[in-house]
């Protein structure tokens, strides 16, 4: 099975792919959601209508598509329709500021900007004189687009179907659909997704782990997503409640403020497992989880790499008792690498310290394997100026400096 929106449409056209709980007024009230119910048929159909919007306005094979926007169905209505003209998206994030959002444009020239009205102050800063709106593209001509699958070829393995830049703009690292599908594939094995779960959406779609991490793999296996345009604890906890979510994948800032509430415990009766990243900041928020039965699951990842580290959850990892080792876990932990992600230590001279050599090793992240982003883009003309490290034989060094312990699980400091 490929990252194929029409084939999941074939197999399931009317299960519910996407529910936008976004308040149709801009004022609504607290803890007010619009359940707009997406199938997959009906997302399938989208993307194929965006790919002929965009094919009338002369995007083809190759072409970067910018997308300026907050969390909608249309951004993932888009990544689909870039996958059918085999060109790349470039979701590009609405926290940058008017000064950052020059950053990644200074690296990628793309041939399109596409963009919600309610970023028109991010738009009005970008040097770059080809947009169009949403609603524009929605009334633009459609142009047929041919069928790659039926003429039995896929999206090109090395292609870069996607672009995800740094929290600052920079850098710009390229995924292939390919290196999208491995990373959907070992969300699955690693958290035990499958078409049953239901997950509210708490990060945005421009970022690796809104997209890549949560996003894609959901609707990957046949999930269904619960879309807001951006997060509201309230409004995250009144469709978790509503919509009998299962899995929470977002980041600890997220998972605390989701525990805060004060409708916490009525909310989460039916959540099985939250996947985070980042610190908790207390055995406070672990407590509160872990006494609606619900199991907690440590993930590390990076631009170049959306996980690297993520524990996984079985059931017996639920409603640890009081004092048991489980209640107590070390909470630095993020175990062991991501199926399909090679991890190794170096240290600062560069050497390899191998797992055979000592039983506990500190040292910084090297990365490789086909989860890995497929190198940076850089600025025409010019050499890798990132500062965050370089890719060398299909290999990546991070700042990051963690310990591996005598069972081959890593800590971060």
Not at 63 to 85: E, H, I, Q, Y
Not at 254 to 270: G, I, K, N, P
Not at 283 to 296: I, K, N
């Amino acid at each position: 099975m490929t990252l194929s929106l029409a084939r999941r449409a074939e197999r399931f056209p009317e299960r519910t792919a996407v529910v936008d709980i976004s308040e149709e007024r801009l004022y609504a009230p607290a803890e007010t959601i619009h359940e707009n119910r997406v199938s997959y048929g009906e997302l399938s159909r989208m993307a194929e209508r965006t790919a002929e919007h965009l094919s009338a306005l002369g995007v083809g094979a190759g072409d970067v598509v910018c997308l300026v926007t907050r969390n909608r169905v249309a951004s993932l209505a888009s990544l689909f329709a870039c996958r059918r003209l085999e060109a790349t998206l470039f979701p590009i994030s609405h926290w940058l500021t008017p000064a950052s959002v020059e950053r990644p444009f200074e690296i990628v020239d793309p041939d399109l900007v596409v963009s919600e009205a309610a970023q028109r102050d991010l738009v009005r800063s970008i040097p770059y004189d080809r947009t169009v709106t949403l609603e524009e593209l929605a009334d633009a001509d459609r142009e047929d687009v041919p069928d790659r699958e039926a003429r039995g070829r896929d999206f090109a393995a090395d292609a870069p179907l996607l672009l995800l830049h740094g929290d600052d703009g920079r850098p710009v690292a390229k995924y292939s659909a390919d290196a999208l599908e491995r990373n959907c594939c070992a969300a699955l094995v690693a958290w035990g997704l499958s078409a049953a779960d239901v997950a509210p959406l708490t990060a945005p779609l421009s970022s690796p782990d809104g997209l890549v991490r949560a996003a894609l793999p959901l609707l990957y296996v046949g999930a269904t997503v619960l879309l807001d345009r951006a997060f509201d604890p309230g409004d995250a906890l009144t469709a978790i409640e509503a919509e009998n979510a299962t899995v929470l994948l977002g980041r600890g800032r997220t998972v605390r403020d989701l525990a805060a509430e004060s409708d916490f415990d009525a909310a989460v009766d039916t959540l099985q497992r939250v996947v985070y990243e980042g610190a908790l900041d207390g055995d406070d928020v672990r407590t509160a989880y872990r006494e609606r039965g619900v199991a907690l699951a440590r993930a590390f990842g990076r631009l170049e790499c959306p996980t690297v580290f993520g524990q996984s959850v079985s059931p017996s990892d639920r409603d640890p008792a009081p004092g048991s080792e489980a209640e107590a876990a070390d909470t630095t932990a993020v175990g062991p690498p991501m199926p399909d992600c090679r991890v190794r230590l170096v240290d600062s001279d560069g050497a390899v310290l191998e797992a055979e050599d000592e039983a506990e090793a500190e040292g910084r992240l090297q990365l490789s394997g086909p989860t890995l982003a497929d190198g940076y883009v850089n600025a025409a003309g010019t050499d890798d100026e990132n500062d965050r490290g370089r890719f060398e034989e299909g290999r990546i060094t991070l700042e990051e400096t963690v310990r591996r312990d005598a069972d081959g699980n890593y800590h971060l400091p």
